[in-house]
């Protein structure tokens, strides 16, 4: 089983953190599916040090979600420190991540984020203080390297082991990518060959038998899923059920999908309000949407709901009619 610092898991299986995604309401969902681990999005030192009003909401944690990684991200020692020990002592996470993977522009401007890859040095100043500064176990999720001619993985992840890191999740992809291209698992298993800490992997993990592959490809401890639980958590369950039996679980039916999606949407009315959790649940639905047949108007009508009623009756209109016409198909 996966164990990082005094923190074990039921298993090898991780919700990655994804900004604008990993609310409470998002990872409780992942959680009830099985995640051995879930990471919150990331938050700015900067913000938590101003307690700034939406940055603390965002510090929210329901109990069910534990073990948490709550991850944080800034360029400067002494705000990521002074930030780091908020979060170590008014937060119920379990574990305190440091963001050095975020390609984003606005990220990298502020000297955060992927910006750290061209400097294991940095890495271990930051990392270091960081350590000494807090209780709870600290992590550090990265990308490979900046770009393919600066490649730094192995010096980073050592960089952070000697720092007193407690693990690291390595993306297969360097910051010039983005999201494009392919994660390279090579370098993934590098790193886990290169340090005794806990490894996790990330990157291009879409079905349950490509995280069986990682695991046994590169050795690591632990595989990190991130786009292919959007609108599918089920991905999260299929994943943990064939890693411990082998066995390869049904896919949900399209009316299961639909009241996980409405169950998502009520846990989000909740955390924020309806107004605001309707319009910042029209990507979510469409995740949910996606591979339904017949679901074209569904997903062209989700965009112009306002109230939870509005997305209900869309939604099982539409469950009613596919299901309708199976059931024409099968009596024919």
Known sequence: MLKIGNVEMNNQVVLAPMAGVCNSAF???????????????????????????????????????NPLSLQIFGGE????????KFVDK?????????????????????EAGARWLLDPNKIYDMVSAVVDAVDKPVTVKMRIGWDDEHIFAVKNAQAVERAGGSAVAIHGRTRLQMYEGKANWDII???????????????????????????????????????????NPWMIYRTVKYLETGQLMDEPGVREKMDVCVLHMDRLIALKNENIAVREMRKHAAWYLKGVRGNA????????????????????????????????????
């Open 27 to 65: 990872r409780l969902t992942v959680k009830e599916f099985g995640a051995g681990l879930v990471c919150a999005e990331m938050v700015s030192d900067k913000a938590i040090n101003l307690k700034n009003e939406k940055t603390m909401n965002m510090l929210y944690i329901d109990e069910r979600e």
């Open 77 to 84: 020692k002494e705000s990521l420190v002074q930030a780091a």
């Open 90 to 110: 008014n937060t119920n996470a379990d574990i305190i991540d440091i963001n050095m993977g975020c390609p984003v522009s606005k990220i990298i401007r502020c």
């Open 189 to 231: 298993r590098e790193v886990k060959n290169s340090v005794n800490i806990p490894i996790i992997g990330n990157g291009d993990v879409e079905t349950p038998q490509d995280a069986k592959r990682m695991l046994e490809e590169t050795g690591v401890d632990g595989v990190m899923i991130g786009r292919a639980a959007l609108g």
């Open 297 to 332: 108007k569904a997903r062209k009508g989700i965009n112009e709901c306002n109230t939870r009623e509005d997305v209900v009756t869309l939604l099982y209109d539409m469950v009613e009619e596919i299901e309708a016409k199976e059931s024409t198909i099968q009596m024919a």
